[in-house]
């Protein structure tokens, strides 16, 4: 299994609303990312979780919430998000920390906040 | 000063040539870096990862770094239009060992 599964692809939610992203990979990889990503923007880190544990907060809004319940999982919690928090939101993964051999990204879950 | 800059584009070229494209990086600390192909509505896909200097070679795509210069290149020969995409130049600071900093991206147009 190579892959990095995202769920839902697609989410409209209202600014009242709680949802959560989900993410999950069975490569064994040891850390995993969240990555947002405006249109014709690149992608822009969240967070980063090496060995389950959160190493990296990008200064994100407390809105999103982050968990990682094992290695294979990755959760995003959101709640009363904004308009302008619309955009693809990817995660990805990688072997570890250390020596970066790349990520592998997942197929993302486009957020429309309504 | 942007930590990965490229070259907005769009670059066009037609089938069969050399397509160049160019990424500049300020960490001077920088270890890994990396390409990435991103159609339109999709997520990045690796390509190619280069850690030394020199040049790097796979199928069609050559990455080239050059530390001393912060530079580091990708090369698509025989160009075809199911390369048209965006190329995201990726690199790992100094600090970080897992986190990769995207350029902006180049817009390639294959014409056929």
């Known amino acids: 299994d190579t892959e990095v599964t995202q769920t839902p692809k697609h989410l409209v939610m209202g600014m009242t609303n709680k949802k959560s992203l989900k993410c999950e990979q069975h490569?064994?990889?040891?850390?995993m990312y969240w990555y947002k990503q405006k249109a014709k923007k690149p992608p822009e880190l969240m967070f980063v979780y090496s060995y389950e544990k959160l190493s990296i907060n990008e200064s994100v809004p407390s809105r999103f919430s982050p968990e990682c319940p094992n290695s294979s999982l990755l959760n995003l919690h959101l709640h009363a998000l904004q308009p302008e928090d619309s955009a693809l939101y990817l995660c990805?993964?990688?072997?570890?920390?250390?020596?970066?051999?790349?990520?592998?990204f997942g197929s993302g879950t486009r957020l429309t906040v309504v | 000063q942007k930590e990965v800059e490229q070259n907005s584009g769009p670059l066009s070229v037609p089938e069969g040539a050399i397509a160049s494209l160019n990424c500049t990086y300020s960490d001077r600390g920088s270890q890994s870096f990396f390409w990435y192909r991103q159609y339109s509505g999709k997520s990045p896909e690796l390509i190619m990862f280069?850690?030394?200097?020199g040049d790097k070679e796979d199928g069609r795509f050559t990455a080239q770094l050059n530390k001393a210069s912060q530079y580091v290149s990708l090369l698509i020969r025989d160009s075809q239009p199911s390369d048209s995409a965006t190329y995201l130049c990726?690199?790992?600071?100094?600090?970080?060992?897992?986190?990769?900093?995207f350029g902006a991206g180049t817009i390639l147009r294959v014409k056929s």
């Open positions: 990805a993964s990688s072997q570890g920390a250390g020596f970066n051999y790349g990520y592998t």
């Open positions: 280069i850690y030394s200097n």
């Open positions: 490569m064994g990889h040891r850390a």
């Open positions: 990726a690199v790992t600071p100094g600090e970080y060992g897992n986190k990769l900093v």
